[in-house]
């Protein structure tokens, strides 16, 4: 038995078999996530990956389907975390993902340099907001703004964490795109595979999925577009299969 606070619910997890906490006033995951989880390299048997801005949870407990490795999933706050912590129990994953509560730029002192295989983050998205925006949900506001860490402390962080050809993915707003490219160099990520994430087709992109190599050679693949929805509102079948494992 789990067990849930105020306005907790406990969601099936999209197709994967499993569930998660979430809440309406303090986190729900976003289909953001979802791409990012499907989109980064994923060791298939062993290896030591890590997920920052990992907020309830979304991200590693959709990784262990992919991965045999060790997955450790960090969040700052205390409530987020403590959602995240009890949605691994729920599932049974305990061996295989940790969750620490804490701040990403003390990650690489805390936990050591050049360690990981893969680094994964779907951090705050925007600048820092006001006072008064923050105290009208803080969860919220310090989910997607730059209030405990910003750009540069996340791509930083991830190179430092990652070994010598280790693979970091983010994904982003396409408006960002040189600041991230510009920081992944800056950090000895060379930037591999772009994918644009378009609402729908004849539409601006409104999110990108960019992974580097830690010491990579130059050499960016831009993947094919994914959009997401039809005309008619409903998801395309691309979509529907990232998802749900069916385009049905």
């Known amino acids: 038995m789990i067990k849930l606070y105020e306005d907790e619910r406990l969601d099936y997890l999209l197709n994967e078999n499993m569930r998660i906490i979430q809440s309406p006033s303090v986190f729900a995951f976003s289909l953001d996530a979802v791409l990012l989880a499907k989109f980064a390299y994923m060791p298939i048997q062993k290896g030591n990956i890590i ?11 959709l990784l262990s389907k992919r991965t045999k490795g ?62 008064e925006e923050i105290n009208k949900n803080r969860y919220l506001a310090i989910a997607r703004h730059e209030i405990y860490c910003t750009l540069d402390d996340v791509i930083r962080v991830s190179s430092q964490l990652l070994k010598q050809g280790g693979k970091a993915a983010f994904v982003h707003r396409p408006g960002r795109l040189l600041d991230i490219v510009t920081l992944m160099r800056q950090y000895r990520l060379e930037p591999k595979r772009l994918r644009f994430v378009y609402p729908k087709l004849g539409k601006e992109a409104n999110t990108i999925l960019i992974e ?17 929805y039809r005309d008619d509102d409903e998801y395309t079948d691309e979509v529907k299969q990232l998802l749900y494992g069916t385009s049905e």
């Open 212 to 228: 580097g190599i830690k010491d990579g050679s130059p050499d960016l693949k831009i993947l094919p577009p994914l959009i997401v």
């Open 70 to 131: 060790k997955i450790i999933g960090v969040e700052i706050q205390d409530r987020l975390y403590d959602m995240a912590k009890r949605s691994v129990q729920y599932n049974g994953l305990d061996e295989q993902i940790e969750l620490i509560h804490g701040d990403i730029k003390e990650m690489p002192k805390q936990l050591g340099y050049s360690k990981y295989d893969v680094v994964t983050c779907n951090p705050p998205y925007f600048p820092t907001v006001s006072e």
């Open 51 to 61: 997920d920052l801005c990992t907020g309830n949870g979304v991200i590693p407990l």
